[in-house]
């Protein structure tokens, strides 16, 4: 596999109080860069699905790819433009996650990867019983039937996608109370990021 990671910083972030949330301090580190610091590692190459203004991610030196599919579309649209883009940069598989997930396994490519299932098939992250489905592992020649799927639902939530295609799921743990998956949506979620780090200062969770 060549996989391209990409991180999807589209949302609109309606409950963060005007904040951009890949913006919103964590740790001294804007949000999006606690997320880029585990996926380095894990990826031959990082793009960023944002809209609006790319230049605010110069910081990170990183490719903005915007969506394709006009309209607000949601993460799917996101999704779409991250695999055509990985696609573009030589990938055969896209590594998808979201910007608001500062706490991701370092080894979440390597388990993916590791599970058996066929050629064409998603691999989604799980845990603690529930699907992440913007954590996974997709190859990118799912890009063009997904294009074909917006193009005609109105559905536009990641589950309804996920029924019509093949999928496998891999289980991650809970490590000392802390999912893996835990994502900031609020600025309460925010303060409760900001204590699981203070509780855990010699950890590798920040």
Known sequence: MNIIGGILAGGRGRRMEGIDKPFAELDGKPLIAHVIRRMTPQAGEVIINANGEAERFDQFGFDVIADRIDGFRGPLAGLHALMVAAGERGGSHLLSVPADTPFLPADLATRLTSVENTDGAARIASSKGRRQPVVALWPVDLAKGLE???????????????????????????????????????????????????????????
Not at 156 to 169: F, H
Not at 171 to 181: A, K, Q, S
């Open 148 to 206: 074909a799927y917006l193009s005609k639902t109105g559905d536009l939530s990641m589950a309804a996608y996920l029924r019509q295609i093949e999928t496998t799921e891999t289980g991650f743990p809970v490590i000392d109370g802390l999912d893996p998956f835990f994502n900031i949506n609020t600025p309460g979620d925010l303060e409760q990021a900001e204590r699981l780090i203070a509780a855990c200062p010699d950890s590798s969770i920040v």
